[in-house]
């Protein structure tokens, strides 16, 4: 790969990425907002939604977050209603995480939202899949052992 030495903003994948990030979590903001969730709390919820119980271990290494960023989204979720936690009887140090009724009935209200910001990108679904797909291998990449650029 040809290596330019003259930095441009708009040429930059880090800014576009940057920009589409900032964009669709302020489509989502009102939206979550009307179901009483912020963005990370959302990603948290999702992780529930799929899997029905985690523990908080889990949930971080999902989303690719420390433990401690996990805690308060936790702690917020838990005092609003949508999930329990319950340590495990045999390892005191594991936390499940189960959904209360109340959070599992919040997946219908998200459902609707998601389709909202979906809709809103303009994205057919094969173009959606492949923009989805190609930004999944691009975190992998990164998170890769970096090769060594002369």
Known sequence: MAYEKTLRLDEQICFA????????????RPL?????LTYPQYLVMMVLWQDRRSTSRSIAERL???ANAVS???????DAGFIRRLRDR???RVVHI???????????AASKAQHAVLCRTGLDPDAHHRLRDDLAALAVHMTAE???ID
């Not at 990425?17 to 989502?28: C, D, E, F, P, S």
């Not at 979550?32 to 009483?36: D, P, V």
């Not at 308060?72 to 838990?78: A, C, G, H, W």
């Open 17 to 28: 990425l940057y920009a589409a990030t900032n964009a669709v979590t302020r489509a989502y």
């Open 32 to 36: 979550l907002a009307e179901i009483q």
């Open 64 to 66: 690719q977050l420390s």
């Open 72 to 78: 308060p989204l936790l702690d917020r979720l838990e």
């Open 90 to 92: 045999r390892d005191r």
């Open 98 to 108: 189960a959904l209360t009724e109340q959070g599992s009935a919040l997946e219908a």
């Open 146 to 148: 970096p090769e060594v």
